[in-house]
């Protein structure tokens, strides 16, 4: 089986506007975005590296 690295930046798509900050903050992980992939682990085997 393939092995990918799937190195996470952050960014807009992992980001919520807090109401208490006003501001964007990072919730979401690489690991909690890969998730909403269906059958993922069919294709290959992930590694997650969150990077910032």
Known sequence: MKKILFIFTGGTISMR???L???AVLVLS???ILSFVPNLDQLAHFEVLDFA
Do not use: H, R
């Open 21 to 23: 900050l006003g501001a």
């Open 17 to 19: 506007i807090d109401p």
């Open 30 to 32: 690489g690991e909690e």
